[in-house]
């Protein structure tokens, strides 16, 4: 049994302390899943919905005890649907997915909701229990992103910032700050003519809060220039080439893509966005994240049967400039023109539990856009692993 993306929703990407950061992350996640019930009113009868499963990094904060069930009990699906949080960091989102994808393939499910969330501004401070009775100190840990707590047992080569370590593998493979920079201006480039020319309507929702109503992404510069990034200072080691221009920013968001059999898209009357042909999950040296994607593309390539010259459509999360560059070299195969071509996350994005739906989603609406074929949708993730998912339309 085939497993199809019938529909999807998502908020437009709110940046740092921007449009959406008044908004619990739990009602973040409610807000999709319960477009999609507005959608689909029939999603709304008892034994409809399978499940939801959804990803998230953080679970520290308002997404803690299992945001998606929290978020199906505040979207108004009925208490009999079950929820589940998955949390592979970056690709969390995307793992809902293919988990959703592969209980329809097995007949574990003819429907579920899957996709992701994060509220990266919320994202709290945490204070570990002391290890001695009567303690004289303690410390916070932000919890927003990158390493934390981390096991001393672990190589310090391997917990290095996420930056830092991509930069690392960047100049090993030859690429170099101006190449990133010019990666980054095409991403807001690309990503503002999208917006303009109607490519997320149907997808992204209009979000109204007290301050005014989200209706775009809000980290696109589109005045952005090659002479602005340039004149932007190293965010993680004096001489390195990864800055605050071509590293994503960080963002508010969430996604929901309603995942069935081809028998339910017709009880629906919706037509398919896309059909789920393969996935792959592999793991690497943990510096080494920003390659992962590499043998994960290769993977579900292979397990499509498919070679390079068969895909239209690359979307790689552009976690940094310098990662996406990083695969390319090693990717020979893939012409850089058909890779995100309505920008990537540098301009768009990067809730981080919400990003490899969204590139899911966007690789099958620009097929569809061209008239149909498969593309690859692709994530690093940290702690070094990458995940690759190829679609039809």
């Not at 709304?44 to 945001?67: F, H, M, Y």
């Not at 919706?270 to 999950?281: D, L, M, Y």
């Amino acid at each position: 049994m085939d497993a199809y993306l019938l529909d999807a929703a998502r908020t437009p990407f709110g940046r740092h302390r921007g449009g959406l950061a008044g908004i619990r992350t739990d009602d973040l996640a409610a807000l999709t899943i319960a477009e999609l019930l507005r959608r689909h009113p029939e999603l709304a009868e008892p034994d409809r919905v399978d499940d939801v499963i959804l990803g998230d990094t953080n679970q520290a904060g308002e997404d803690n005890r299992n945001v998606a069930r929290m978020a199906a009990l505040l979207a108004g699906l009925p208490p009999s649907v079950p929820g589940v949080t998955v949390n592979r960091l970056c690709a969390s989102g995307g793992e809902a997915v293919t988990q959703a994808a592969r209980a329809v393939r097995a007949g574990d499910a003819d429907l579920v909701i899957a996709g992701g969330v994060e509220s990266m501004t919320r994202a709290p401070f945490v204070l570990p229990k002391a290890d001695v009775p009567f303690p004289t100190e303690a410390k916070l840990w932000p919890t927003q992103v990158g390493w934390r707590m981390v096991n001393p047992r672990m190589p310090s080569e391997w917990t290095g910032s996420l930056g830092a370590c991509a930069e690392a593998v960047a100049a090993e493979l030859g690429v170099g700050r101006a190449e990133q920079d010019e990666w980054a201006l095409r991403s807001h480039q690309y990503a503002a003519a999208a917006w303009d020319a109607g490519r997320h309507d149907g997808f992204a929702l209009d979000v109204d809060t007290p301050n005014g109503t989200v209706k775009r992404d809000e980290s696109i510069r589109p005045d952005t220039t090659a002479g602005k990034l340039a004149a932007l200072k190293p965010a993680f080691t004096p001489d390195g080439t990864v800055t605050a221009g071509n590293a994503s920013p960080i963002n508010d968001g969430s996604v929901a893509v309603l995942v069935g059999s081809a028998g339910v898209a017709t009880e629906l009357g919706a037509s398919a966005i896309g059909r789920i042909v393969s996935t792959a999950t592999v793991a690497v040296e943990p510096h080494r994240f920003s390659v992962a994607p590499v043998p994960a593309i290769r993977k579900a390539l292979h397990r499509a049967g498919l070679a390079f010259s068969d895909v239209t459509v690359w979307e790689i999360n552009e976690a940094f400039a310098a990662m996406v560059l990083s695969c390319l070299r090693q990717l020979p195969e893939v012409d850089p023109e058909r890779v995100n071509p309505n920008g990537g996350a540098i301009a768009i994005g990067h809730p981080l539990g919400a990003s490899a739906p969204r590139v899911i989603v966007d690789a099958c609406r620009e097929l569809r856009r061209r008239g149909g074929g498969y593309a690859v949708a692709a994530a690093c993730v940290g702690v070094g692993q990458g995940t690759a998912t190829v679609v039809q339309v």
